[in-house]
């Protein structure tokens, strides 16, 4: 496979842009290679500047769900753009997503639109801060909620409720209200409330998580966290800027029951643009100005455009039939793959349409025994299924996605290449 292209536009990139890219993984560090660059994508292929084609299982980190320039989305959004590109004055577009959002979503009775995840949840955490009157959130080590200065942190070394910036540039007084807890791990959160429940404004969890790799929640882990904000006057806000419309149109909340005051939304409400939203019960979301005290504004917010992609495709997956759960057939027959031609190298966690492959011995229940997992062995598994063309995500922390275009055809191969890396592994 030549990659000549793709390591040009790479070299020239970096006297421009920091590192070559946009995004900091897209630079492919942790598989130690040089990233391609896409030309164009249709359906579950992706197509880079040199003309190779690849099975997509990065689906651009989440959003494309119905498969690449999905043509009834881009049919739509190419209509729309005859009509002005952006207004800044409310549209019934605006009117139309939020109602499709609530109707999938009920807890969403009233939402906000955004321009991405990293605002959606800054937004909620504002909102959760004004409506309690408190300033402490908690966060789980390995959760990843957007790289708002304080989300980024990490547990200190120190006393329990010690954060410290986990980024340059991030003033430790920034990050000095968000405690860590350990996901899977209700004693750590009963710690923190111990100490100080009553300036706990909101719990903030990945209910999958999907940013350490896919990371499921224990039986009773979700329930747990309903009980104990109820019980200490916080709430409880579910980033399903991941598992929104993935895990089936209800998310994570309506696959686990569980109920959360407050949910953010990114990735597939856009339906490939720019969008996030977050909302939740009426009374707290009653806050947000012009109705109450906590400010949060966007020029582009709910921009015509992007709305039209998010309505088109949420509409397509309501009335998508079993698609979600043939997806999810599908999703899980590859884990199958995976586990039987790697067997004991490798812990695979899977559900619905997300995976992850750990290069491990151990279950991976949380950021510790993720961390566990080999990153070369990863690496070397990386650019073995990119060179068969199979592209999955550029580091063992993120997630496979599954799109509903995603036929039995691209499994079969994409499990044969798993098969074939597998004996030469056998061989070793
Ligand atoms: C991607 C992601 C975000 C951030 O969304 P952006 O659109 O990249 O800003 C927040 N939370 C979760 C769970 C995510 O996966």
């Known amino acids: 496979m030549e990659h000549t292209r793709s ?35 249709k359906g579950a292929y992706v ?35 005859e009509g002005g590109l ?5 549209t019934e577009k605006e009117l139309t997503l939020a109602k499709l959002i609530r ?32 300033d402490k959130i908690v966060k789980f080590r390995g959760c990843y909620h957007g790289h708002s200065d304080g989300l ?18 991030v003033p430790a007084d920034y990050t000095k209200h968000t405690l ?7 004693a750590s959160v009963e710690r923190l409330f111990a100490e100080c429940g009553g300036e706990i404004a909101a719990v903030i969890v990945e209910p999958v998580a999907a940013n350490m790799g896919v990371v499921l929640p224990e039986e009773g882990f979700l329930p747990f966290l309903r009980d104990i904000t109820r019980d200490h006057g916080a709430l409880l806000i579910f980033d399903e800027v991941i598992t929104g419309f993935r895990l089936g149109v209800g998310g994570a909340q309506q696959r686990f029951g569980v109920m959360p005051d407050l949910t953010t939304l990114g990735k597939i409400i856009g339906g490939g643009m720019p969008v996030g939203a977050y909302g939740g019960r009426r009374e707290i979301m009653e806050q947000v100005a012009p109705l109450g005290e906590v400010y949060q504004a ?50 695979v966690n899977q559900i619905g349409t997300l995976m992850s492959v750990f290069f491990t011995g151990t279950a991976v229940r949380d950021y510790g025994t993720a961390t566990a997992s080999d990153p070369s062995r990863y690496a070397a598994f990386f650019r073995y299924m990119l060179e ?34 597998g004996s030469l592994q056998g061989k070793r």
Request: a neutral charge; glycine letters at 10%.
């Open 298 to 347: 966007g020029t582009l917010s709910g921009n015509p455009l992007a709305t039209t992609a998010g309505i088109v495709t949420l509409a397509l997956l309501r009335d998508s039939g079993d698609r979600y759960e043939r997806a999810e057939r599908r999703t899980a027959e590859l884990a199958a793959a995976v586990r039987e031609a790697l067997g004991d190298r490798v812990r």
């Open 152 to 169: 980024l942190v990490k547990a200190g070394s120190g006393a329990l409720t010690q954060s410290v910036p986990d980024s340059g540039g």
């Open 86 to 90: 952006t207004y800044g004055a409310p």
């Open 180 to 186: 860590v807890a350990e996901y899977n791990d209700c």
């Open 388 to 421: 068969r063309g199979v592209y999955l995500a550029p580091s063992q922390y993120e997630a496979m996605f599954v799109s509903f275009a995603h036929g039995e055809e691209e499994i079969a191969r994409t499990c044969e290449a798993v098969r074939a890396y």
């Open 47 to 81: 197509y880079d500047v040199d003309g190779n084609r690849y099975i997509d299982y990065v689906g651009s980190w989440g959003p494309c769900i119905l498969g690449h320039a999905q043509e009834n989305v881009v049919r739509a959004v190419r209509e729309a753009c």
């Open 7 to 41: 390591e040009r536009l790479f070299r020239e990139s970096q006297q421009y842009i920091p590192g070559g890219v946009n995004s900091p993984v897209r630079a492919c560090r942790a598989v130690g290679c040089t990233p391609v660059f896409i030309d164009h994508a």
């Open 103 to 134: 109707a999938c979503m009920p807890g969403m009775e009233l939402s906000r639109l955004v321009s991405s995840g990293t605002e959606a949840v800054m937004s909620a955490v504002r909102v959760a801060r004004g409506y309690t009157g408190r």
